[in-house]
């Protein structure tokens, strides 16, 4: 039987990141499952398969992770003329289905470096 590839993973997140939501409940900007693996938004328009999102932002202003797709997705992606930023940035916001829940599954546990 294959191994399961997320099986355990080491992330990095910011000493202020809430913490993970239980699956299904309101998104807290945690960047769990973006520090995690990216999404289709970042496979197709990052070119990017797998590890930490280049786009995964930290807020400090708001202590919590956005996604740089949504908020600023010219930056990120040449593909994406400035002029049409905020119009690509709802559209991508649509398809990682902000503001819905969170639907990361990933457990947590968290070790303290001394």
């Known amino acids: 039987m294959p191994l399961n590839r ?6 990095e997140l910011h000493p202020l990141a809430p913490r993970k939501p ?14 995690t693996v990216p999404c289709p938004v970042a496979w197709v328009f990052l070119w ?10 930290w807020h400090s202003d708001a202590g919590r992770y956005l996604c740089g797709m ?7 992606s040449r593909l994406i003329p400035s002029a049409f930023s905020a119009t690509m ?3 991508f916001a649509s398809r990682i289905a902000a503001g ?5 599954s990933i457990e947590i546990t968290t070790e303290n470096a001394d």
């Open 89 to 91: 940035g709802l559209f």
């Open 70 to 76: 949504v908020s600023h997705p010219a930056q990120y």
């Open 48 to 57: 990017q398969r797998r590890g930490r999102c280049r786009a995964l932002m």
């Open 22 to 35: 239980q699956m299904g409940a309101a998104c807290n900007g945690c960047g769990v499952c973006c520090a």
């Open 6 to 11: 997320f099986a355990f993973q080491t992330i």
């Open 100 to 104: 819905i829940g969170c639907d990361s």
